[in-house]
């Protein structure tokens, strides 16, 4: 046993609900290793669990952290992958905002020497995300065109930058406030607050691909902008949460967007994507973009960074923040 800190959601609710704790880690089991975190994350997705709305989570108190880079400090029985001391990443889900954590081995993907970690804690989560959104569902190629929603965000603002490295043109929506930004990173905005968006997408002829976390009646509204061939990727429900309106039953949402599918004569489908560490594409694209961004054809924006301790100050920045990017938490 060690004894560590740990960030902990104590009950549903707004940023006070985030404390730290001292508690014990056992000692990594077969299989597992155990990791000094150097940095995690705050993503949409623990926002979500500290309010309650993340799709089957655990029920507080619970330890978020949806992905981890560290360093291997123990090696559990059966592993040896790895040595000691050697830098690794790791979609943890739960329990990255922590000083140390066991993780299967299986699931660790080395970290190349050079890459700035701060910048790679990001990838994890939000750009394997929109990578595997961008090709391994949409299939997106040169010329097409694409609509992302809440361009400004982690994941927006990845699949923005990667649909354009590949050649697309990448239209979507952002706060006014935000759009000049977002303008300069290429892309064409459309404020969200009205839907001009959807007039203009069909003006043009619709769009080969739209990727859309918000749900409900979004998933209509982007499914109507697709051309023949199209596809809309849903990722998330957050319509609720992001328009601070009450929370709705997802499945029937869910139910709604995969029914689109018995339209098979519109030639347009709909899916909805969940990044999964299991699978077999998980760390070959992680290694992908560990590699683009050391060779410097990505960067990624950095909302903020905090420390463990300043987790509810974390919080209060995602909610309120005016800049892009994610937010990091440095751990040691
Ligand atoms: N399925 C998966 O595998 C997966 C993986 C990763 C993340 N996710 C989901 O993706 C969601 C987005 O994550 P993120 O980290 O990219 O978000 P984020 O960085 O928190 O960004 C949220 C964005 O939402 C925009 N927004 C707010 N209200 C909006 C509205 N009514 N319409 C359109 N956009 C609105 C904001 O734009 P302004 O700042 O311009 O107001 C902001 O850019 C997460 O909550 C999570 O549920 C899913």
């Known amino acids: 046993m060690t004894r560590i800190k740990k960030v902990v959601i104590t009950a549903y609710g707004d940023e006070s609900k985030l404390a730290i704790v001292e508690s014990d880690l056992p000692e990594p089991t077969t299989g597992e290793v155990q990791l000094a975190v150097d940095y995690t994350i705050v993503s949409g997705s623990d926002v979500n669990m500290r309010r309650g709305t ?13 992905s981890v880079i560290g360093k291997v400090c123990v090696n559990g029985k059966g592993c040896s992958k790895f040595k000691i001391g050697d830098r690794v990443a790791c979609l943890s889900k739960y329990e990255g905002q922590a000083e140390l954590i066991n993780l299967p081995e299986k699931y660790l993907v080395r970290v190349p ?15 394997v995300t929109a990578y595997q959104m961008l090709h391994r ?9 694409i609509f992302v929603h809440a361009l400004s965000g982690a994941v927006g ?3 923005s930058r990667l649909g354009q490295l590949e050649g697309s043109q990448v239209f979507g929506t952002a706060s006014l406030k935000k759009q000049d930004e977002v303008r300069q990173l290429g892309a ?24 859309d976390p918000l749900g409900f009646e979004s998933f209509d509204e982007s499914y109507s902008v697709l051309k023949k061939g199209g596809v809309l990727v849903g990722y998330g429900m957050n319509l609720p949460a992001w328009t601070r309106t009450r929370e709705r039953p997802v499945i029937p949402s869910a139910l709604k967007l995969f029914s689109k599918n018995l339209l098979f004569w519109s030639g347009r489908r709909a899916t909805f994507f969940g990044v999964n560490r299991r699978s077999k594409n998980f760390a070959p694209d992680l290694e992908r973009l560990f590699q683009w961004l050391k060779d410097g054809k990505i960067s990624v924006p950095i909302k903020a960074a905090f420390k463990l301790d300043e987790i509810q100050q974390a919080h209060r920045e995602y909610a309120s923040s005016a800049r892009l990017g994610s937010i990091v938490i440095e751990v040691r």
């Open 113 to 127: 020497d050079g890459v700035d970690g701060k910048a790679a804690v990001a990838l994890i989560l939000d750009w």
């Open 54 to 66: 993340y799709p089957l989570q655990k029920k507080p108190p619970l330890t978020p952290g949806y």
């Open 188 to 211: 064409v905005p459309f404020d969200y607050s009205t839907k001009k968006w959807i007039a203009a997408m069909q003006d043009l002829g619709g769009v080969d691909a739209v990727f």
């Open 157 to 159: 603002g990845a699949l």
């Open 137 to 145: 569902v949409a299939h997106v190629r040169p010329g097409q065109k």
